[in-house]
């Protein structure tokens, strides 16, 4: 069974850190395209960042670039993402997804397996 489990969310400060963890299993996704999505209330899914586990190219939203960093460890079957500079619009539900193929890294109907979601509470 495919599953894909976030972990590591929380409420923090403006300003602050937290880093999420997205935990693979049911089969290895070594050569899987992987990515963090977002949904706030009233909003819609949007794209954060992804990441190509067979090479190590990542992609950003420009909402994120230089405060967020998403990693992968393939030995671990898992990616990360890291939080800085949090901002009260970054306040929403985080959600991991992973493809073996993606044309448009950023649309989430490309996904195949997404997780639960971990909520992120950004606080002023």
């Known amino acids: 069974q495919v599953q894909l489990v976030e972990s590591g969310g929380g409420l923090v400060q403006a300003g602050g850190s937290l880093r999420l963890s997205c935990a693979a299993s049911g089969r290895t996704f070594s050569n899987d395209k992987m990515a963090w999505f977002r949904q706030a209330p009233g909003k819609d899914r949007e794209f954060v960042a992804a990441?190509?586990?067979?090479?190590?190219?990542?992609s950003y939203a420009d909402s994120v670039k230089g405060r967020f960093t998403i990693s992968r460890d393939n030995a671990k079957n898992t990616a990360v993402l890291q939080m800085n500079t949090l901002k009260p619009e970054d306040t929403a539900v985080y959600y991991c997804?992973?493809?073996?193929?993606?044309?448009?890294?950023?649309?989430?109907?490309?996904?195949?397996?997404w997780g639960q979601g971990t909520q992120v509470t950004v606080s002023s």
């Open positions: 997804a992973a493809a073996n193929r993606v044309a448009r890294w950023g649309s989430a109907s490309e996904y195949d397996y």
């Open positions: 990441i190509n586990w067979s090479g190590y190219g990542t």
